[in-house]
């Protein structure tokens, strides 16, 4: 007996928790019409939160569950016992206007087993968001999957209607996805990005253009002029890598995802802690990477795109992980003690951000503050920097501040909060911000 809207949307919304690359950041909002649904700006159910703070709801499906793959991490490969599912677009369109209109969501993000053919997978989720926008006017966040394999001309569709495309890679390494999934090729993968990226910078020139030639005589004629296509996919595109499912180190998968970055431009990078299947393959671990994990590689990818790190200067040739107890940047700075402690009156931008407990906000407030006075341990908390790791790093206006622990034989275990601040600064001891 086939299952109904309500079951099919048990399995499938069970079956998308799998894929972590779901946040909206960098939708711009497109601009709601008399009568037109959804914003990607209220707030509602949270799903997932943006840089910026804003909260997003989005209903997050798998369009089927069934796959033609066999990759072995995937819980809905081909070889699975599991419950299977499936939904035409118009279901799925029916349940995203439904849910909207509820106020439970703000966007869709929509992802698919391969059924059939790529190109019979890409055409229906492209036939999804063409649909909302199209015949229901649907102005919030859409997120779509794309198939690499599929015909440029169904992802080209796909990313006049979608705010954000992805392909997930997945693992770090062709010998990886080789070994585990055959059916999918590293290069037929990085050349679909490519074409998205290309496809993407392509709309962003011709906006630029046509905004230029607007502000010249012809602006009136421009005027009458049939309105411009949507952007393509106005959020960029992003992609997801499995953590723990191989014997990649974090050095490795950091490498692959700034050679992502570099070269396809990708809004983010997801990083999914591998999670045991049913029947699994013996070439699969048997438990879970520690989530501690996952959290760590995050915030290395943090430090490359906003501090100035390189990706290679977080781990090292004899601890290729980074260090589960201690964040990247403080790890980090315990193993250049040399270059601390930092006069916070005088140091320039990009040297502040690399002293543990600095965040990009504090960084600014502090470069702002001193030009004013000079900065006290006091002033840092008021700044909201995060005193217990910052201070044995800098020299501020009161102090000498690091310079008396930096070359402590325990300062590893004292940032740990294995001793009391007491200890650790020699006084009253310092309530920590952040």
């Not at 909206?24 to 700006?41: F, N, P």
């Not at 349940?95 to 059939?116: A, H, Q």
């Not at 879970?288 to 290395?300: C, K, T």
């Amino acid at each position: 007996m086939g299952l109904d809207l309500g079951g099919k949307l048990a399995v499938l919304a069970d079956a998308a928790k799998y894929d972590a690359s779901c946040a909206s950041s960098g939708a711009k909002g497109r601009r709601a019409t008399a009568g037109g649904v959804g914003s990607t700006e209220g707030m509602g159910i949270c799903h997932s939160y943006t840089p910026d703070g804003r909260c997003v709801s989005l209903l997050k499906l798998l369009l089927t569950n069934y796959c033609l793959y066999d990759c072995l991490y995937c819980v809905n490969r081909r070889s699975s016992d599991v419950r299977r599912a499936r939904f035409t677009p118009e279901e799925v369109v029916r349940l995203t206007l439904d849910f909207y209109r509820r106020n439970y969501i703000e966007g869709l993000f929509l992802s698919s087993g391969i059924i059939r053919s790529p190109d019979y997978t890409m055409e229906a989720l492209a036939r999804v968001a063409r649909t909302l926008r199209v015949e229901h006017d649907f102005q919030g966040y859409i997120h779509l999957k794309t198939i690499p394999h599929a015909d440029p001309a169904l992802v080209a569709e796909a990313g006049r209607w979608a705010d954000r495309l992805s392909i997930n890679v997945e693992l770090p390494t062709a010998a990886s996805l080789a070994a585990l999934a055959p059916e999918k090729d590293l290069g037929a993968i990085r050349g679909a990005m490519a074409s998205i990226r290309a496809r993407i910078d392509e709309s962003r020139d011709g906006s630029r253009d046509g905004s230029r030639e607007g502000r010249g005589p012809e602006l009136v004629q421009l005027k009458r002029a049939p309105k411009a296509p949507p952007p393509f996919a106005p959020a960029g595109q992003s992609t997801q890598l499995i953590v723990g499912a191989t014997d990649a180190s974090d050095a490795t998968i950091l490498d692959t995802a700034t050679t992502l970055y570099a070269a396809h431009r990708l809004r983010r990078v997801y990083y999914s802690a591998f999670s045991p299947i049913p029947d699994a393959s013996s070439l699969l671990p048997p438990v879970s990477p520690p989530l501690v994990r996952e959290h760590r590689l995050y915030q290395a990818d943090w430090l490359v795109r906003f501090y100035g790190f390189d990706a290679a200067e977080l781990t090292t040739p004899q601890a290729p992980n980074l260090d589960l107890e201690l964040d990247p940047k403080t790890a980090w700075a315990l193993r250049h003690r040399e270059l601390f402690p930092v006069d916070v009156n005088a140091a320039p931008r990009e040297l502040l951000l690399r002293v543990p407990g600095m965040g990009v906000k504090s960084v600014d407030r502090l470069l702002a503050a001193r030009r004013w006075r000079r900065v006290r341990a006091a002033d840092l908390a008021a700044l909201r920097v995060a005193l217990r790791r910052a201070l044995p790093f800098v020299v501020t206006a009161d102090g000498p501040g690091g310079s008396r622990v930096l070359d402590a034989p325990d300062l590893r275990a004292r940032l740990l909060g294995r001793r009391t601040q007491l200890d650790l600064f020699g006084g009253a001891p310092l309530r920590a911000a952040g």
